[in-house]
């Protein structure tokens, strides 16, 4: 199941491969439609704009999906990984293959910026040598949640406000976040893997690599329908137990959150725009 969506507006395009892990409820778009949407209207705030196309491939193999090879992303300036119900720090098959392409990859495109959502970031931090598991908390960190921003964050989404908002959906979570010694020949000595945020529920809300790596918990694309919509799917499958924190969560679905400003970091990553960021070790 492969999908490809052009730029929208005429200016100079960021080509990104979105890997898709999980599918949306057959009435919703897609989460590579959403987020072909989102860094669209990034783009045409960039300056000066940005044309956004994406190639948008579904990967796990046991409902139907491909594993793209490595040849798939020539042209491309960088993947994206969604979200998923599925666990970042399991063995499915699928999820080996797709960690064995993301370290070719890493090795043989040193210009391919990698991205990652929720379960996304998570499987990049694996394969970078973090740790992934259940929040030692057992809770879920639902819908519109507030991230404190290191000062990595603050530039990154050039703001000088000390948090962003965002729609969270998840129990599983970096334990460890990755670091060159765990990195092994992927990173090499003197590379620092960034944190830029941190929540109560989640210490390591995202990672950055300049020029290489950034990687979010939150969803930057979800609006209110899909937060809606997920908490529902989840508390109907028994993954959301606790339906009190389950309805407090939905009702905060329909308020304002930086996911553009997300959006837009990732867009100058691809464009190699980090303005000095690396001089922060936070």
Known sequence: ???????????????????????????????????????????????????????????????????????????????????????????????????????????????????????????????????VGPAPSGDWELAHCKISLSPIGQRLFRTKRPEVYLHQMHQDQVTEAPTAETAGDLLSPDTEVHRWGWSEHTPVQGLYIPNRLFTTQAHLAFDADMVKRQIEMRVESGGIEDLEHADQAAETAHLDHDGIAVAAAILRLFRSDDEGLVEDSE
């Open 1 to 131: 199941m492969m999908q490809h969506y052009k730029p929208t507006i005429d200016a100079p395009v960021v080509r990104i491969f979105v890997l898709e892990t999980d599918e949306t409820h057959p009435e919703r778009e897609s989460f590579g439609e959403l987020l072909h949407k989102h860094f669209s209207e990034a783009g045409k705030k960039h300056h000066p704009p940005l044309g956004v196309e994406t190639e948008q491939r579904f990967v796990v193999t046991s409902k139907g999906g491909t594993i793209p090879a490595v040849d798939d992303f020539d042209g491309y300036d960088g993947l994206l990984i969604t979200g998923s119900r599925f666990d970042a720090h399991g063995n499915d098959q699928w999820i080996l293959d797709l960690l064995e392409l993301l370290k070719t990859l890493w090795r043989r495109r040193p210009d391919l910026c990698f991205t990652g959502v929720c379960f996304g970031m998570q499987l990049l931090a694996r394969m970078l040598g973090g740790k």
